[in-house]
């Protein structure tokens, strides 16, 4: 669909409060709902009511002395998201296709969104038996490689906010559906520094994930690599998958600037 054909389905309020986010700049980091009705060429209760609306999400905050309005912490945190995911792929993408040939097994990376592991990239095994391309999917965190190995790095804030959130819901029997039970688990991850999916979404699949950590000293991601359980034994997943893992999300955290600190 062209941009001209896109336009035809553009929702006016949202375009005026994009509109509105835009006036802010350098030059101008405040603005009055007098400055922007005059920018915007919009009736003064319109534009109150569009900054109520963000300030309410976080996209905008009121200065309480001047009453202007500036940018709130909401757009800095897209901001950050942004340059993760666009740094984070590109970084990854060659380190990725090495590791894949090297084990000969699909390989992927993904990253933790509202407390769900979406995974971005994949490179797969030409092998015949192997497991579906899974991009774009959001798969439950408690039970993937991806996702626990991920939490294995969340403050006690963190977890507390996503053992609300989520239910540890049983997909096999496997899967872990104690929360202390998991906490126990997921020091086990931190302490080895990989995660290990043992059948717990889906029979028949294992998978491995080590975190990838960004300049911030933050898990920025995961690295894994996933297939039939046939072929994943513990011993080749000890000896061979979870170092050649370890090394490569080590690679991939490196070029994104983490110290090891």
Same mark, same amino acid.
């Given at each position: 669909?062209?941009?001209?054909?896109? %336009?035809?389905?553009?929702?006016?309020?949202? *375009?005026?409060?994009?509109?509105?986010?835009?006036?802010?700049?350098?030059?101008?980091?405040?603005?009055?709902?007098?400055?922007?009705?005059?920018?915007?060429?919009?009736?003064?209760?319109? @534009?109150?009511?569009?900054? !109520?609306?963000?300030?309410?999400?976080?996209?905008?905050?009121?200065?309480?002395?001047?009453?202007?309005?500036?940018?709130?912490?909401?757009?800095?945190?897209?901001?950050?998201?942004?340059?993760?995911?666009?740094?984070?792929?590109?970084?990854?993408?060659?380190?990725?296709?090495?590791? !894949?040939?090297?084990?000969? $097994?699909?390989?992927? @990376?993904?990253?933790?969104? $509202?407390?769900? *592991?979406?995974?971005?990239?994949?490179? $797969?095994?030409?092998? &015949?038996?192997?497991? @579906?391309?899974?991009?774009? *999917?959001?798969?439950?965190?408690?039970?993937?490689? %991806?996702?626990?190995?991920?939490?294995?790095?969340?403050?006690?804030?963190?977890?507390?906010?996503?053992?609300?959130?989520?239910?540890?819901?049983?997909?096999? =029997?496997?899967?872990?559906?104690?929360?202390?039970?998991?906490?126990?688990?997921?020091?086990?991850?931190?302490?080895?520094?990989? !995660?290990?999916?043992?059948? $717990?979404?889906?029979?028949?699949?294992?998978?491995?994930?080590? =975190?990838?950590? *960004?300049?911030?000293?933050?898990?920025?991601?995961?690295?894994?690599?996933?297939? =039939?359980?046939?072929?994943?034994?513990?011993?080749?997943?000890?000896?061979?998958?979870?170092?050649?893992? &370890?090394?490569?999300?080590?690679?991939?955290?490196?070029?994104?600037?983490?110290?090891?600190?």
């Amino acid at each position: 669909m062209q941009k001209k054909e896109k %336009a035809e389905y553009m929702i006016q309020a949202v *375009s005026h409060a994009l509109d509105l986010m835009e006036k802010f700049s350098e030059e101008t980091p405040e603005l009055g709902i007098t400055e922007l009705s005059k920018k915007l060429k919009l009736h003064k209760n319109n @534009v109150f009511r569009l900054l !109520a609306t963000l300030e309410t999400r976080g996209y905008v905050e009121q200065n309480r002395v001047t009453g202007n309005y500036h940018l709130g912490l909401k757009t800095l945190e897209l901001r950050k998201n942004f340059i993760r995911q666009m740094d984070l792929l590109p970084q990854a993408r060659p380190i990725l296709l090495a590791l !894949a040939h090297e084990c000969n $097994e699909t390989c992927y @990376v993904a990253v933790m969104k $509202e407390f769900r *592991s979406v995974y971005l990239d994949v490179v $797969e095994t030409p092998q &015949v038996v192997r497991i @579906v391309s899974r991009i774009g *999917s959001r798969l439950p965190a408690h039970c993937t490689a %991806a996702g626990k190995v991920q939490l294995a790095y969340f403050s006690e804030k963190e977890l507390v906010s996503f053992f609300a959130k989520r239910e540890l819901t049983r997909f096999t =029997p496997n899967t872990i559906t104690d929360q202390e039970e998991l906490r126990r688990h997921l020091q086990e991850i931190a302490d080895q520094g990989y !995660a290990i999916d043992d059948e $717990e979404l889906e029979a028949g699949v294992r998978g491995v994930a080590a =975190p990838i950590h *960004s300049y911030e000293n933050r898990v920025a991601g995961a690295l894994i690599i996933s297939g =039939p359980s046939m072929r994943f034994t513990d011993e080749r997943i000890k000896r061979e998958l979870a170092p050649l893992l &370890v090394r490569a999300a080590g690679e991939i955290s490196t070029r994104l600037g983490y110290s090891g600190k």
